[in-house]
């Protein structure tokens, strides 16, 4: 996981996005791994890395130690990654996630701090083949994160890496991008016989960045080592990467084992002390945490189930549902849900934007619907109105009484729409008298026209099946 912080893991450099910034253009002698350089620790990604660690329930270590892990790449200039081995900063957590089955806790083995490497983009021109190393990325600040072998099956990946990177955007830790490649899942996966609590020759499935991708990775493995098991063959320790034109995983080295890597401390920097003080206070700042709210919302909330998954999954989303509560009581959690799960955020799908960007503030939809509470506007015409104050950033009563959509409620008014209405359809009236009872929805359609959606719908429809009612008795006598 790639941290949201401002600058580099150990350099000042800042960082950028690899697709919109020039080339090199985002480095240093020390991301660059000029010799004589010396690393410092980015204070903001070890706060994060907390934060993380604290919200996946983890020990958080007061000392941990920074190490070099050896290997050799060409968008690793150093030759050799700074990351942590035998002393990380956390370990010993859990993830809970809602499943078929019910709640399955994942245990989080550890969480540690590490840089990230370079970009290479490798081109095809004029019948010759070349790579390109961008280094921006190089040295920016990443927390990997570890679980247990407790994932089963292709839903508890799905619920966990949703839930994990729900979780981590929840507490404002990264961005989430998975196209930009702010979150990349690594699948580990090996297959055992029924019944048997021995772990199969594992896999590495590096760097999926879309949930898609990863689920079809890990089933084509399934499948391909399940085949390759019954015909008597032996899967091998490998790293793989995920083909998405050709739909297949495909071999890019032998899986390392951590003693390839020749770990040791890094001589240029010294133990990660944690001080307490410190660690409390971001402590104190981590936010409720999604699994914790939902269950407040089921207990505190009657809506339904998928409503509160909606409002729980963006923080900002959640916030704001609480904040339109407490702008008024005098509106059901229903309704607010109703309204921000529906009319708002198909209005931020339109237009791209989040809800913090909108220009209806908590207590303006509140403002909004209770004109709907006190009869002075129906339904269609709030959302009318609804989207004139997304626009304009006017209040709702403003825009109702500027643009005069105050709803018609006077008995006499809406009696004298019913009545012209009549007389001016007499085969449609004709109709209805010979038995075509259903013309009672289209009269009622042709009133609310001709009152321009104004007309008190309850009061139109009570009326209006009072007025043909009587013509019926009528006609029959």
């Known amino acids: 996981m790639e941290l949201a912080t401002k600058t580099k893991m150990f350099c000042g450099c800042p960082v950028v996005d690899t697709s919109q910034s020039k080339p090199n253009s985002a480095v240093c002698p020390v991301c660059l791994g000029m010799p004589g350089t010396l690393p410092v620790i980015n204070k903001r990604a070890v706060e994060y890395a907390i934060r993380t660690a604290a ?53 989080i083995r550890r969480a ?55 979780l981590l955007r929840y507490i404002e830790v990264t961005s989430g991008d998975m196209e930009k490649g702010a979150i990349r899942f690594e699948a580990n996966l090996s297959l055992r016989p029924a019944g048997s609590t021995t772990l199969g020759t594992r896999v590495e499935i590096k760097n999926l960045n879309s949930f898609r991708a990863m689920e079809q990775a890990i089933l084509y493995q399934i499948k391909q080592q399940t085949a390759l098991l019954r015909s008597g063959g032996k899967v091998l320790q490998q790293t793989l990467g995920w083909n998405e034109s050709k739909g297949q995983t495909q071999a890019q080295r032998s899986k390392e084992e951590a003693n390839d890597y020749r770990y040791f401390p890094e001589p240029d920097l010294p133990p990660l002390i944690i001080e307490k003080e410190w660690l409390n206070q971001v402590l104190n700042q981590l936010p409720e945490l999604p699994f914790v709210r939902t269950e407040r919302f089921q207990r505190q909330y009657e809506i339904p189930a998928q409503d509160i998954e909606r409002l729980v999954e963006e923080k900002a989303l959640g916030d704001y549902f609480e904040a339109c509560l407490q702008a008024s009581d005098q509106i ?96 449609e009236v004709k109709s209805y008298l010979a038995g075509k009872e259903t013309l009672v929805n289209w009269f009622f359609g042709q009133v609310m026209q001709t009152a321009k959606g104004k007309a008190e719908p309850a009061l139109v429809k009570k009326e209006l099946e009072r007025t043909l009612s009587q013509l019926k008795q009528d006609h029959s006598r």
């Open 55 to 107: 919200a996946l329930s983890c020990q958080i270590s007061e000392s941990s130690i920074f190490a070099r892990k050896n290997y050799f790449y060409p968008d690793l200039p150093k030759g050799y990654q700074i990351s942590q081995f035998e002393q990380p900063l956390a370990v010993n957590g859990h993830l809970s996630i809602r499943t078929s089955e019910g709640i399955k806790e994942i245990r």
């Open 332 to 427: 059901t959690p229903k309704t607010y849900a109703n309204w921000i799960l529906g009319e708002l955020s198909a209005w931020m799908n339109e237009y791209d934007q989040k809800i913090k960007e909108i220009k209806v503030a908590p207590s303006a939809l509140a403002e909004l619907l209770m004109q709907i509470q006190l009869k002075k506007i129906n339904q269609n015409t709030a959302k009318d109105v609804l989207a004139r104050m997304l626009i304009s950033g006017q209040s709702a009563v403003e825009i109702i009484i500027g643009a005069g959509l105050e709803q018609v409620s006077d008995l006499d008014s809406i009696q004298q729409i019913i009545h012209s209405t009549i007389h001016d359809h007499p085969d």
């Open 112 to 166: 540690h701090l590490e840089e990230d490497a370079g970009k290479l983009s490798h081109l095809n021109q004029g019948g010759k083949s070349y790579s390109l190393v961008d280094l921006n990325r190089a040295g920016v600040p990443l927390l990997e994160i570890v679980s247990e072998p407790d994932i089963h099956s292709v839903e508890d990946v799905r619920a966990y890496s949703n839930g994990l990177r729900n």
